[in-house]
């Protein structure tokens, strides 16, 4: 049992630093709107290139309101509702298995 135990708590800490690089993917992103970054610049081309993928579909469903675009808000209280209860759950599995 111990090795099922191990596989869900690497698992978990897998999943936790995914998205916590994701977390920080979406912060810089939201930096580099309150900025005029240069479209060209590479950095800006990837992390566009990275986070585009999830927030359109947030963007798509809940739309821009008076200008702001609440996506990458909606998107990190996923994360944080992810880390949560998901990656906390696997912890709690590993640990009592």
Do not use: K
């Amino acid at each position: 049992m111990f090795v099922l135990s191990n596989l869900i708590a690497t698992t978990a800490t897998i999943l936790d630093m995914a998205l916590g690089l994701y977390t920080i993917l979406i912060f810089a992103r939201i930096v580099l709107s309150w900025v005029n970054a240069d479209p060209h610049n590479p950095f800006v081309q990837i992390l566009c290139q990275a986070t585009e993928p999830v927030l359109r579909p947030v963007r798509r469903r809940v739309g821009i309101i008076s200008g702001l675009d609440l996506s990458p808000m909606i998107v990190l209280l996923a994360i944080v509702f992810l880390d949560r209860v998901l990656v906390r759950s696997l912890f709690d599995l590993a640990q009592s298995l």
